[in-house]
């Protein structure tokens, strides 16, 4: 990230190089000192690694059609998701919904995934979402807001009870320097991108996970609504900055060009002159 | 009624019966006695509601039974030690004469001046700076001046300041005290002259102080509350920096956590951490500036660092070429603010912001060259181009690709002799445009 090339980037996998110095990487990953209790190896940060977890937050709202009434029009589910639908329990602990205070107990506390709420009403509102984590991941929870879409953008159709409007965002939760606990926990966890450690790194085996049967499942592959998630993909995206840069690394190119050549119109002026 | 004359209407019926009413009724308003009739309808014209207190009632004496004369007799006081007999007038009530000590005998307060013995002057009470004798002096004065310094000072023979006298009195008498609590159980400590000394140096300063702020010009009083509002000011703005800064600061010196990554992150940061606050000039600068404080949060979203790492690359540039900045990318068919901000697509979307910076600037630079151009000719500047070469057909998806070579030969080379169509300014830089590739 400190050179501006674009050679370094090669996608999610690559460590985030920090810091304007390199200083001496003995100095930043303490690693391998097995004197050290094993409490303090985990409590420790790496440095150059950082874990981001993709997730899609947004609402589905369905018309009730004939049941809705005045005050209850739409039955709506605000979300927050795994963008590949996985379990998000790795990472977050709870997730708190405050709601317009109109709601009945407009704060909505979810403890388990899938982190959801559903509700019926009639208005749109901002909700603020707050995600705690668990406690060798953060301390300090992070905000979301989303603007409850309820009704569809293009007022002309009508309304249907089969369709919903669904407005998702897609977003990533960066966790610039993670305990090793954290990162050993979610070596292979799917719902967690973790790129490649840095050579000379070595993480202590993953603590044991529960048996995955046991727990409820928390993932949202089977999602009732799942039908309508979005899949996101950067590919699209990728390729429209790609051309994007092309083009523009042309123009500047050519106006390079320009400019050396009319300075060196100008010289020649000068020297003329200065007979 | 007047008014009714001047304009000359009639009068109602019975004016006779009404004139005699009003005529009864105003007399009985003119019933006042004792004050004037205007006085009379200033207080509203009616009788007061509280009955007046009759002046009468004003100097009424006590009904006494008791028989008063005054006598000149003579009396004593306690207050005096000489028995010197004085007369006065004493209010005698039925014939006798009021008890009781002389009535201002109470308000002889006096100041217990430490007396000392000569052996407990040999003992405690030496001092290289005073002789004996001129401290009995100073002790005499003392009880006959009750420790009015500023007296004492001017009648003592020898020129003392009240300072210096103030200071051989409090010592002698701390001492004295202290000597005598030894040998007698008793605790002086709480006496007011042992807890708290005198300071000789402290009260010769401060008095020193007082006297010159007393003295003060009026201009240099204003001078001073000008330093001091100052002073008051940056104080203040440094109490918010520092606190804006422990507020972004999380605290990741937690006891539970291990020391040593802790400090090996403080110095980075803190090194770091004043760049953020201040404006980097290069972009490098900015750019860990911005990664340092984003690592400062420990948990962020990828589209909040983004905005920031944007914030910090056109930290430099104004809101106009922000704004062309944004019609470009939006022409060039990319979104703002990315769909699917994963930690490629940000890079490359900042990459992109940068280049067309760059740019813009090259574009801005070389319409300077070619007006510099313009003006080292001597021929008068041509009329611009046909504008219709430079204009814009807005074309959502293509950035002007496919008319690359059209343009190309509309568009007049560089290297021809005659000015350039472009000396023409306009006083702001043109947009970048599609056509102008």
Sequence with gaps: MNNSSSSTMHGPDQPEISGPAPAPKSLRTKMGKPEDSEKKIFHKKLKDVEISVPIVYGNIAFWLGKKANEYQSHKWTVYVRGATNEDLGVVIKRAVFQLHSSFNNPTRVVESPPFELSECGWGEFEIAITLFFHSDVCDKPLNLFHHLKLYPADESGPMSTKKPVVVESYDEIVFPEPSEAFLARVQNQPAVVVPRLPAGVALPPPVPVEDPSNRKRGDTKDHPLCQWFTNFSEADELLRLATARQQVQTHIAKFRREITLIEGQHQQVNSVSDQ | ?437
């Design chain 2, 1 to 437: 009624m007047d008014a009714k004359d001047i304009l000359g209407l009639s009068k109602t019926s019975h004016p006779a019966s009404q004139e005699k009413k009003s005529r009864t009724v105003k007399e009985s308003q003119r019933k006042p006695d004792g004050i004037s009739r205007e006085v009379y309808a200033l207080i509203g014209g009616v009788p007061p509601l509280m009955p007046a207190v009759e002046p009468l009632q004003l100097k009424k004496r006590p009904p006494t039974d008791e028989k008063i004369t005054w006598q000149w007799l003579p009396f004593t006081s306690s207050a005096r030690k000489d028995n010197l007999q004085l007369f006065h007038w004493v209010r005698v009530v039925n014939g006798v004469p009021p008890m009781g000590d002389y009535s201002f005998a109470k308000y002889n307060k006096s100041v217990d001046v430490v007396k000392y013995t000569d052996e407990e002057y040999e003992k405690h009470l030496t001092d290289d700076m005073w002789t004996k004798e001129e401290t009995d002096q100073l002790f005499e004065l003392c009880q006959q001046f009750d420790l009015r310094f500023i007296v004492i000072a001017d009648r003592f023979p020898s020129s003392r300041t009240v300072e210096e006298l103030k200071e051989r009195y409090y010592k002698v008498s701390r001492s004295i005290l202290i000597a005598r609590a030894a040998a007698s159980p008793g605790d002086v400590s709480e006496h007011p002259i042992v807890k708290e000394p005198y300071k000789f140096t402290q009260e010769r300063d401060r008095k020193r102080a007082l006297s010159m702020v007393l003295s003060q010009t009026k201009h240099q009083e204003r001078k001073d509350s000008e330093v001091l509002a100052e002073a008051k000011r940056i104080a203040e703005s440094r109490m918010a920096a520092r606190n804006a800064k422990e507020s972004e600061l999380p605290i990741t010196f937690n006891v539970e956590r291990a020391i040593v990554p802790g400090e090996t992150l403080s110095p980075s940061s803190n090194s770091e951490f004043p760049s953020a606050m201040v404006a980097p000039s290069t972009s490098m600068a900015e750019n860990t500036s911005t990664l340092a404080s984003l690592r400062m949060l420990r948990v962020y979203l990828r589209t909040y660092a983004l905005d920031q790492m944007i914030q910090a690359a056109s930290s430099s540039a104004g809101l106009r070429t922000i704004k062309r900045v944004e019609q470009s990318l939006q022409e060039l068919g990319v979104n703002l603010k990315p769909r699917v901000p994963t930690k490629s697509v940000c890079a490359q979307h900042l990459e992109l912001r940068k280049e067309i910076l760059t740019l813009l600037n090259l574009q801005k630079q070389l319409q300077y060259k070619e007006a510099e151009g313009s003006s080292y000719r001597d021929s008068p500047y041509e009329t611009p181009g046909t504008p219709k070469d430079r204009t814009f057909v807005p074309e959502s998806t293509s950035f002007g690709g496919e008319r690359v070579g059209k343009r190309d030969q509309k568009r007049k080379a560089p290297g021809r002799a005659e000015a350039p169509s472009s000396p023409a300014q306009p006083k702001r830089p043109r947009k970048l445009r599609a056509s102008d590739m």
